[in-house]
Nanobody
Framework: QVQLVESGGGLVQPGGSLRLSCAAS????????MGWFRQAPGKERELVAG???????NYADSVKGRFTCSRDDAKNTVYLQMNSLKPEDTAVYYC????????WGKGMLVTVSS
């Protein structure tokens, strides 16, 4: 009965910021992985940022220094703080959480445009 609830997507101007949230419910164990993927039109889905159960993080080269992935264990929620957004960041962003199985959020559209 694991469910992922995503929030925070929308329209933002270049140079602006957004924070995405993904709350996982329905499991009593800590997830092995919580993070974010994105898919732009005509492109493959790619890892943006993620955090492992031990706290280590990983980022795509294209977002290093601009995005920060963090986790709130008490709320079982993962966040993606996105700063200095660029038009090329426009994509559908998906939350991914790994327990024994992999769970995907339904996705949120982030549009960076003037």
């Amino acid at each position: 009965q694991v469910q992922l609830v995503e929030s925070g997507g929308g329209l933002v101007q270049p140079g602006g910021s957004l924070r995405l949230s993904c709350a996982a419910s329905g499991s009593s164990i800590r997830p092995y992985f919580m993070g974010w993927f994105r898919q732009a039109p005509g492109k493959e889905r790619e890892l943006v940022a993620g955090i492992l159960s031990g706290g280590s993080t990983n980022y795509a080269d294209s977002v290093k220094g601009r995005f920060t992935c963090s986790r709130d264990d008490a709320k079982n929620t993962v966040y993606l703080q996105m700063n200095s957004l660029k038009p090329e960041d426009t994509a559908v962003y998906y939350c991914k959480v790994t327990y024994a199985r992999i769970y995907w959020g339904k996705g949120m559209l982030v549009t960076v445009s003037s």
